[in-house]
Every structure is written in C-alpha cells, then in structure tokens.
C-alpha cells in the first residue's frame, strides 16, 4: 500500500497536466523559458491549492470537509505545507506547539508537502484511529522499502501475510513463554554489562552508560533471534559484532533520515541530501549475507526449535504449512528485529538511570523495595521484578516523560474514509499520527506532567495502576490496537530486570562536571542528547550477587 501512490493522485495530478498547459512545442524548443513556465505554474498552482484549504495543499478538494465537522488545521507554506515543521529535531513537540495554536488537539489536518496527514493529541480519539481496522495500514517510506522492510511485520501492508507474521510473532517469538525462557540470556548479558561498568569505573571514576546498554542490548537481542552472542568485552572487538553495530547505525540513519522525496516525489532525481537510494543499495546485500549465513548455519546444525528458548531463526525455520516462510521473508523479519530490539530497550534504560540520578529520593526508595524483596544472599529474578509495584512505577515515569516513539515511530495509513466519533472523516490514504507526547505532558491529563513523579503509578500510594501495554491512552508508548508493538513484553522485561540489578549493584551519583542533561534527539527512537554519565559506586554488601 504505498503512500506516494495515494497521495500524488489525490494533490499532485496537476503536475501531470503541465505539457498539455504549456504546449509541447514549448517543452522542447526552448529550455529556460520552461523551466521558467514551469516554475510560474508550479507556483500559481501551488499558491492556489493552498489558500484553499485548512491543512495546507495536500487538503485541497475539501479533503478536510468530509465530516460535518472540518479538520482544522494550518494551512503552511505554499507547496511544502508544514514540511518544514515535520523536518525539524523535535517534531513532536512542534507538532503539540502547532495543535494547540490551531485550537486542533483532537484532530489536525496538515500538508507534509503532498501528503495529507492528520495528528491526534486526544486520548479518546487516539484510541479510536489506533484501534480501527481502516487504520492497520503504514505509510512506506523509501528507505524502509528498499531496506526489504515492506515484507517484515512493521511496515507490511495489513492483510493476510501481515496477520501471518503477527500470528507467528504472537504464537511463538514473544509468547509469555518464550520470553520468560530468555531470562538466563537477559541476566548473563546484565551480568557480563555490571563487569564492564565496574570496570570502566575503576579506571575512570564514573561511567558512559550508553555503550554498556547498547552492547548489552545488542548481545541480547542477538541471543533472542540468532541465537550467538559475541565478545564485546575483547579489545580489538570481534568483527562480526562490529560489522552487524555498522549495519545497524547505517539502518538507523536510513530509515531514520527525514526523505524529502518521500513527501515531494517530483524532487527524488534532484535532491537526496542524506545519498539515501545508493546507500540503501549497499546495505541490502551486506544484510543478505550476514542473515542468509546465519539461516544456513541454522538449517546445517538443525537444533530444536521446540525447546522454549530456541532462538528466532530456529522458530521460522521450524514453521510449516500456511506459516512456512521464504528465505527473503525470513530475513526481513529476523532483520526488523534485530533492528528494533537493540536501540528501545537500551535508550529507554539510559533514560530510565538519568531520572534516578537527578532524583536520588527516589533511587533510594526503589532501592530499598529491592532490597526488601530480594535477600543480599540470593539473585535477582524476573519473578523477583514483577512483585516491585515502585520499580514498575518507575519504568511507567519513565515512559510517560520519554516516550521512546513520541509519535508512535511510525505513523499509520487510512485504507479508507474514516468517521470518527467527533463528527470529523479522515479520507482515505491520510498519513495518521498520535502525538503520544502530547498526551502525556498534557495537564488535562495528568497532574504536574512535566515533574518525574513515580507515586503517580503506585495504587498504594493513590496513584493509579495504568497498563501502558495499549490498554489505556493515556500512557499508550507500545502503541495500541492491530498494529501494537509485539515485543512490548520482551522490552518491559528487559528493562525492569537491568533497572533492578543496576540500582541494587551500584549506587548513581552524578559525575563532577558532568551534570545531567535531559535535553532531547529523535532519531529513530527519542534519545539523550547527550549521553548519561554517572558515578557508579559499588555497594559493598551487595558484591558478587548482584
Ligand atoms: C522499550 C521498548 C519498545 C518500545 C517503546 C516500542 C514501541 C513501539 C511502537 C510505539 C510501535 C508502533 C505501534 C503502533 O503503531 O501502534 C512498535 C511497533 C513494533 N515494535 Fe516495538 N517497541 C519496543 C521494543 C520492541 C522490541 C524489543 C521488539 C522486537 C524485538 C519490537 C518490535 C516491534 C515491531 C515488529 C513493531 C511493528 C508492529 C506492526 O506494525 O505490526 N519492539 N513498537
């Protein structure tokens, strides 16, 4: 379902029109005198569309007039709509910015140059477009198709091979099963990251979180899908880590990259600041090979896919019938996740630490509930994590102040028009966003939203038992509906456990010099700016088991 295809029939077919406007003779007689009819064209038409229509010029046809209530919305600049606001490093607190000067949190209607998109800022209808099956559809960028992500479960168009793929990912890649028989994984690739912390903090006096997160979480991942873990530890590196890092960082950039043609298909052949195409075309066959010699690996040992933690590749290789899968549909998938597994779990961590060094109170009191539950003698266990209502309020904070996909990562495509409970229609082919960091900073919604207030969750404590795995708008950062993020229970896990055994091993001090800096980047997911660094001191009574 590719979005370019709904969206230039609908706002841009006059380009099309434009030999026949000029004349043909013109078009090959006379070159600057085209370009020149051209450009007036271009920006008489333009110009026109867009004093026509709330929204901008990807509104123009009364798109936003369906309902009989309009979408309102800005209308932007001529041509390239709220392009510019989109482009810009915080798009989701623009976006918030915009919504509410244009009195349109419920809905609004704006122009990412010729795609009509629509933003909701409101629990009640956010639920509503997530949940609608003429929602299940995502817009494909450039990248993510030619990264073969089209046939993965993330950007495959909703329909029998994407319900295939959600059923395999339900069924058997993250049942409660599977990921509670990752555990061992989990707790030795913590293990191997406290060794490297300690380590770093002896030679240094304080530590750069992020690189023992993300080798960390990488390792795991690695583990889940295909089943080898490396040695990160070793100080040449190990190659074959290294190159999948690389790989991984290229894929981040590409499909993380704002692609003006994307949006402004006529500027493809002349503008394509970020080099996306060729650098797509290199990295499809590096990721071919690794992944294809992983699968054949796989098929030569020929393990047993039916113990409970049998890795991802073993899993597909072991599919039958209906569910079998092709090589290259096996790549995508395993690719994706691999892809998605290795930056959330580590960045959601980062912020999670950053929050308990600037809040020592209530590092203090997540420590003694672990303390309290886990005996100084023992292990610290998954089973151990989901007794700790404070650790698990915590995490919610956490998610509630950074969301990782402010705007849900990826946005959803209407396959349909779309009649929405406040008397609004959102056409068919609308890119379709939630503003998920709208909602929870909005203080309509939450009391003091921008104050770090774990208490909030605590039932105890009057606070409020929110589910934030879909089931409640308000804190909704794993999305919603069909199209909910499959491996929210493997990153809760993940992340509770690390948390737990971070804050019970060590004590985190902010570094001299060093102060803790919460300022924002969206990438591919909502990172520090700059990257935490923090004393860990180790806590005596706690050494070797922690
Ligand atoms: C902190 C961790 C994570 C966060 C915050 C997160 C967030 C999200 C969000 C917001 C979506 C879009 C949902 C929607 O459109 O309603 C999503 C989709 C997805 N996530 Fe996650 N995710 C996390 C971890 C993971 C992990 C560990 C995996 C797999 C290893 C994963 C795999 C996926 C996939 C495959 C999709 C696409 C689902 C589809 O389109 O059908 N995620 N995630």
């Known amino acids: 379902m590719a979005l370019s295809a709904g969206t230039t029939t609908d ?3 006059w380009v099309f029109t434009l030999p026949a406007f000029l004349g043909a003779d013109t078009l090959h007689c006379d070159p600057p005198l085209l370009v020149l009819s ?6 008489s038409l333009g110009l026109f569309s867009w004093t026509m229509s709330p929204g901008g010029v990807a509104w123009s046809h009364g798109r936003s007039r369906r309902g009989h209530i309009p979408i309102p919305g800005p209308r932007g600049l001529p041509v390239f709509g709220s392009l510019f606001t989109l482009a810009r490093p915080l798009p ?3 976006l918030a910015a915009l919504s509410a000067a244009s009195c349109a949190k419920s809905l609004m209607a704006f ?3 010729s795609t009509p998109a629509v933003v909701s800022s409101d629990t009640a209808i956010a639920r509503e477009m997530l949940s609608h099956p003429a929602f299940a559809d995502r817009p ?3 990248s993510a198709r030619e990264l073969m992500f089209s046939r993965a479960i993330g950007f495959a168009p909703s329909g029998t091979y994407w319900r295939l793929l959600r059923r395999i990912a339900s069924a058997h890649l993250f049942s409660p099963r ?9 707790q030795s690739d913590c293990t191997a990251m406290i060794s490297a912390i300690t380590a770093e903090q002896t030679r240094t006096g304080f530590v750069r979180l992020r690189t023992h997160l993300q080798n960390a979480a990488l390792n795991n991942i690695m583990g889940s899908v295909f089943g080898r873990r490396y040695d990160i530890s070793r100080p040449d590196g190990d190659p074959e880590a290294e190159e999948l890092k690389a790989m991984v960082r290229e894929g981040f950039e590409l499909l993380g990259a704002f692609n003006w043609s994307d949006h402004l298909p006529w500027l493809a052949r002349l503008f394509d600041p970020c080099n996306v195409k060729k650098r797509c075309a290199a990295l499809v066959p590096r990721v071919r090979k690794l992944v294809s010699g992983v699968i054949a690996e796989h098929r030569r040992r020929g393990q047993n896919p039916k113990v409970d933690n049998a890795d991802f590749v073993n899993v597909l290789l072991s599919l039958e019938g209906d569910e079998k899968l092709d090589e290259d549909d096996m790549i995508a998938v395993l690719w994706e996740m691999i892809f998605r597994g290795t930056d959330t779990t580590a960045l959601l961590t980062e912020w999670v630490m950053a929050e308990l060094v600037l809040h020592p109170e209530a590092q203090a009191k997540l420590r003694r509930e672990i303390d309290t539950a886990v005996s100084p003698q023992l292990a610290l266990t998954d089973a151990d994590v989901a007794r700790m209502p404070y650790l698990q309020a915590v995490v919610k904070e956490t998610l509630r102040v950074h969301p990782p996909g402010p705007l849900l990562s990826w946005a959803r495509l209407s396959t349909d028009d779309v009649h929405l409970s406040n008397g609004m229609v959102v056409p068919a082919g609308t890119t379709s966003m939630v503003n998920m960091w709208a909602i929870t900073h909005d203080d309509a919604v939450w009391v003091q939203p921008e ?3 774990p208490e909030r969750f605590v039932e105890a404590e009057g606070g409020v038992d929110l589910d934030v795995r879909g089931g409640d708008l308000r804190l909704a950062p794993f999305g919603a509906g069909r199209r909910v993020c499959p491996g929210k229970n493997l990153g809760l896990a993940t992340v509770s456990l690390w948390v737990a055994r971070l804050v019970r091993g060590f004590e985190w001090r902010p570094a001299a010099g060093m102060p803790v800096d919460l300022s924002e980047v969206l990438k591919l997911s909502l990172e520090m700016k700059t990257p935490l660094a923090a004393v860990a001191a180790p806590r005596e009574d706690i050494v070797g088991l922690f």
């Open 11 to 13: 706002s841009n077919w």
């Open 451 to 453: 104050a770090f207030c």
């Open 111 to 113: 122009s990412i140059g």
């Open 92 to 94: 989701h607190r623009a």
């Open 140 to 142: 494909l960028k450039y």
């Open 38 to 43: 051209l450009f007036i064209a271009f920006v």
């Open 178 to 186: 599977r990921v509670a028989a990752h555990e061992s994984g989990r």
